[in-house]
């Protein structure tokens, strides 16, 4: 299993058009990949309405959680994804 925090910054934080993005590319990966929010709610990354339902706004602190036989792979593509802006930025 392997993690890192991110700090989310998109400005609309994640509403449906970002999470549609970031779960697109967390099923691309084997992995079981999970997101957990400051307050300690875990999330299936590869979910839409899992993602929305955790309420992510820009700046939030964020954990990716990957584990799983692409674990590294998954999660580098993961924070490169967010980083970039799920397409807002």
């Avoid at 779960?23 to 992995?31: N, Y």
């Avoid at 590869?46 to 706004?57: D, F, G, M, P, Y």
């Amino acid at each position: 299993m392997v993690s890192v925090e991110i700090e989310l910054h998109n400005p609309s934080g994640l509403h449906l058009r970002p999470a549609g993005i970031l779960c697109k590319a967390a099923t691309k990966f084997q992995s079981h990949v999970a997101i957990r929010t400051a307050d300690g709610t875990e999330v299936n990354a590869k979910s839409v309405l899992s993602v929305l339902s955790a309420c992510i706004k820009n700046g939030d602190v964020i954990t990716m959680i990957c584990d799983g036989s692409d674990e590294a792979e998954a999660l580098e593509d993961l924070r490169q994804v967010i980083q970039e802006g799920l397409g807002e930025l």
